[in-house]
């Protein structure tokens, strides 16, 4: 594994504030992106420095990142060996931060810089998250909306964490949550779980979602959304596992009246629940409901296997800016 050295030698002081961007194919977003930070993070005087975090672009992503820190030594960035991940890039990133607090946002702009100030505010008075809350969304499909709104109320309604409705991953955490959550070591990670999970004081602040400045979305098919799904469900619920428990004492309780009920038929004569197709239709449906239960028992086997084999969460390829992680 190969790192580059910083390139700006110059040492800087210990920034306020982090802000943390997980960057896959966004070279035509970087500038802007970090103009808007830079503005507004220069005119409430707040010491600060932005991570980025090239998590295996195939674009010119990480050239940028490099042309960004060479032209203001507050913007750092690594860039992993391959694909990682959202989940992971942001892990990395909160390995890396050196803030009294982090912000972490989406690379696309839909997560107003704008909004910094006010949960810096709400950071002084003493809450320990500050979360965004959307209150609406630009430039998103009817179906992204309605599969959102249905996955964020099931995410609050079988998981043993209080996840507030509609947030993302836009928020502010004070240093302390952070290092909790450097401290949680699983591979298969749900960090909009995780932060309500370590609990202090969290409060939400509204806003309005923004269209991508540009570029395409890279989390808007099913295909990208379920494995996503998945993770929540498994890492903060055992409810699926329940769920084939209930089934099974259903389908055995229908069974029983069954027996009950195919006896006092063929005791009142012939009738119509005969033959081959009744019996490979129940063989069936018994069969469907068995290989659902293995599948369930096979996601949560298949994470914890994951967590035994002990790999690295990331690889990393090059740095500009940062000191190796003190994990």
């Given at each position: 594994?190969?790192?580059?050295q910083p390139e700006n030698s110059t040492p800087q002081p210990r920034p306020t504030l982090s802000i943390l961007a997980p960057v896959y194919n966004e070279e035509a977003v970087l500038p802007e992106l970090y103009r808007r930070v830079a503005a507004i993070m220069d005119s409430i005087g707040e010491t600060w420095e932005l991570i980025l975090v090239n998590d295996g672009s195939r674009d010119r992503s990480a050239e940028v990142i490099a042309g960004l820190h060479r032209q203001d030594p507050r913007v750092k960035g690594l860039s992993f060996s391959r694909n990682f991940g959202?989940?992971?890039?942001?892990?990395?990133?909160?390995?890396?931060?050196?803030?009294?607090?982090?912000?972490?946002?989406?690379?696309?702009?839909?997560?107003?810089?704008?909004?910094?100030?006010?949960?810096?505010?709400?950071?002084?008075?003493?809450?320990?998250?500050?979360?965004?809350?959307?209150?609406?969304?630009?430039?998103?499909?009817?179906?992204?909306?309605?599969?959102?709104?249905?996955?964020?109320?099931?995410?609050?309604?079988?998981?043993?964490?209080?996840?507030?409705?509609?947030?993302?991953?836009?928020?502010?955490?004070?240093?302390?949550?952070?290092?909790?959550?450097?401290?949680?070591?699983?591979?298969?990670?749900?960090?909009?779980?995780?932060?309500?999970?370590?609990?202090?004081?969290?409060?939400?602040?509204?806003?309005?979602?923004?269209?991508?400045?540009?570029?395409?979305?890279?989390?808007?098919?099913?295909?990208?959304?379920?494995?996503?799904?998945?993770?929540?469900?498994?890492?903060?619920?055992?409810?699926?596992?329940?769920?084939?428990?209930?089934?099974?004492?259903?389908?055995?309780?229908?069974?029983?009246?069954?027996?009950?009920?195919?006896?006092?038929?063929?005791?009142?004569?012939?009738?119509?629940?005969?033959?081959?197709?009744?019996?490979?239709?129940?063989?069936?449906?018994?069969?469907?409901?068995?290989?659902?239960?293995?599948?369930?028992?096979?996601?949560?086997?298949?994470?914890?296997?994951?967590?035994?084999?002990?790999?690295?969460?990331?690889?990393?390829?090059?740095?500009?800016?940062?000191?190796?992680?003190?994990?």
């Open positions: 594994m190969s790192e580059q959202f989940q992971i890039a942001v892990t990395a990133g909160l390995d890396h931060a050196q803030g009294d607090a982090v912000i972490l946002t989406d690379a696309d702009l839909q997560d107003p810089p704008e909004l910094y100030p006010e949960m810096i505010a709400k950071w002084r008075e003493g809450y320990d998250v500050v979360y965004g809350v959307r209150a609406s969304r630009v430039g998103e499909t009817w179906f992204k909306e309605f599969t959102a709104k249905i996955f964020y109320r099931l995410i609050y309604r079988i998981t043993d964490v209080d996840i507030p409705l509609d947030t993302g991953d836009f928020r502010l955490m004070d240093r302390r949550v952070v290092n909790a959550i450097r401290r949680m070591p699983e591979r298969n990670r749900f960090l909009r779980g995780m932060v309500p999970w370590v609990g202090y004081r969290q409060t939400g602040v509204p806003y309005q979602r923004q269209a991508r400045f540009a570029g395409e979305s890279k989390f808007s098919s099913v295909r990208q959304m379920l494995p996503f799904a998945i993770d929540a469900i498994t890492s903060f619920s055992y409810f699926p596992l329940q769920m084939a428990t209930y089934f099974g004492f259903l389908i055995a309780a229908i069974s029983a009246v069954a027996i009950v009920v195919v006896i006092i038929l063929r005791l009142l004569g012939p009738h119509p629940l005969t033959g081959q197709a009744t019996t490979l239709v129940v063989v069936l449906f018994l069969g469907g409901v068995q290989m659902i239960s293995l599948g369930i028992i096979g996601e949560y086997l298949g994470r914890i296997y994951d967590e035994v084999k002990g790999r690295p969460m990331y690889l990393v390829d090059k740095k500009w800016g940062l000191e190796d992680s003190n994990q």
